[in-house]
């Protein structure tokens, strides 16, 4: 199977030779790696097309966009930049980010995941984080759920999902459309990816709302929204963030803002999504 990888990338210059090197060093190596240069000040640039003087598969697409990081938009808006200069001659299409190191294995690993079983829509690893000096699991969500820093997608279910959506839930609504379309989702605990830099440690205070905006998109109703809310919360230790989860569901449906589902969809997640909770209860 062949494999495409887009890294969006802003200012990364500090990480993206470590990650383009774990990229270079896999068992099965990918057909072609599309880096974006999403307006980075910093040298991020020169490296990569220093690793692509002697990877051919390797190429640099820059981007201009607006400084600000935003979660979703900014960095997908980046990935569609990288995927359109991409031919469709791929079996698995991958996004990952710029601050990662892959062990040796992972590629083949998630490969041979998608070639066991025809009906995987996604696979990926876990990432781990450095505490003290040890690599400890990055504990944010699910051990069901691909982070969005490393996802790969079957050609066919990425295109059935209708592609990765510009906003903050993009990497839950492509899983719970995944699940929709009866694609299974796999996660490997085998696979441990080093990330190198806290996820949201570029976010600036304007994005504090967006969670709770994201739930609202993604169909969630208030009482879901309310529990995710408090759970997220309460995983990141930051209790006083379901405020600003419950004020930015508010805002978005007082605002009337689009979702990223259509009803049958919203339908389909609320009963996931409670399905789930109940689940964990009992």
Request: net charge positive; charged share 25%; aromatic share 12%.
């Amino acid at each position: 199977m062949r494999y495409y990888i887009v890294i969006p990338s802003y200012n990364e210059e500090a990480f993206v030779a470590l990650t383009l090197q774990s990229l270079i060093s896999q068992t099965f190596l990918p057909s072609k790696i599309v880096v974006v240069n999403d307006n980075s000040t910093d040298k991020t640039a020169e490296i990569v097309l220093e690793f692509a003087k002697e990877n051919p598969y390797i190429s640099l697409v820059n981007k201009t966009s607006e400084a600000i990081h935003l979660p979703g938009s900014k960095v997908i808006q980046a990935f569609q930049k990288g995927l359109e200069t991409l031919d469709n001659d791929y079996d698995i299409i991958v996004k990952l980010d710029a601050d990662l190191i892959f062990p040796p294995n992972y590629f083949e690993t998630i490969i041979n995941h998608f070639q066991t079983d025809s009906k995987i829509g996604m696979a990926g690893g876990f990432c781990y984080i450095e505490k003290n000096g040890d690599w400890v699991l990055e504990n944010l969500t699910d051990k069901d759920h691909i982070r969005g820093a490393l996802k790969a997608y079957r050609k066919e279910t990425f295109k059935q999902i209708g592609g990765l959506k510009p906003a903050m839930g993009w990497d839950t609504v492509d899983e719970l459309l995944c699940k929709f379309y009866n694609w299974k989702v796999v996660t490997d605990k085998s696979l441990h990816v080093k990330h190198l830099k806290p996820t949201g440690a570029n976010y600036n205070k304007t994005a504090r709302y967006k969670q709770g905006e994201a739930f609202y998109s993604l169909g969630y109703g208030f009482w879901i929204t309310a529990i995710a809310s408090a759970k997220l919360a309460m995983m990141k230790k930051k209790p006083l963030l379901f405020i600003d989860y419950i004020q930015g569901f508010w805002k978005a449906k007082s605002a009337k803002k689009p979702m990223l589902v259509n009803p049958e969809q919203a339908k389909f997640i609320r009963k996931y999504r409670l399905q789930k909770m109940k689940e964990k209860l009992f």
